[in-house]
């Protein structure tokens, strides 16, 4: 712990960092690792903690230069893990407002899409009955 401690000037920012960028780059193409990144959040927030811990242990007995790096590391760490929190819980659910286009129609436009099975389903098929679509945003 101690060496934490001494390199969380450059090893706070460092894994937050590789937390934020992996997430994008790696364990957002999984879905369960996607809506709640069970490696990416431990992982920035421990920078963002790791971050704090560093500036208060080394804002005693360090000069102004070591207290500023600290204090910079400190608040980028914070910021990125706050983005990707913002992110992953807030700005990935927000639903686009209805077009005009969609906001007038009183009944949906026909559509041939491919079921599982690979066979063609029309929305036409089911006129009369209610029908409930779901499009899930997930990989198959």
Do not use: Q
Not at 111 to 138: K, Q
């Amino acid at each position: 712990m101690k060496f934490l401690l001494k390199h969380s000037i450059w090893l706070a920012p460092l894994i937050t960092v590789v937390g934020f960028v992996s997430y994008y780059l790696y364990f957002a193409r999984f879905p369960v690792l996607r809506d709640t990144p069970w490696v990416n959040l431990p992982m920035v927030t421990f920078g963002a903690v790791l971050a704090i811990a560093g500036l208060v242990r080394g804002w005693a007995n360090s000069r102004w230069v070591r207290k500023c790096a600290l204090s910079l590391g400190a608040l980028f760490s914070l910021m990125v893990a706050g983005f990707l929190f913002h992110y992953v819980f807030s700005l990935s659910y927000d639903l686009p407002a209805l077009s005009e286009t969609t906001a007038s129609l009183e009944r949906a436009p026909d559509f041939t899409l491919i079921d599982a099975n690979g066979n063609e389903v029309s929305l036409s098929d089911y006129r009369g009955r209610m029908v409930v679509i779901s499009f899930y945003r997930g990989f198959w």
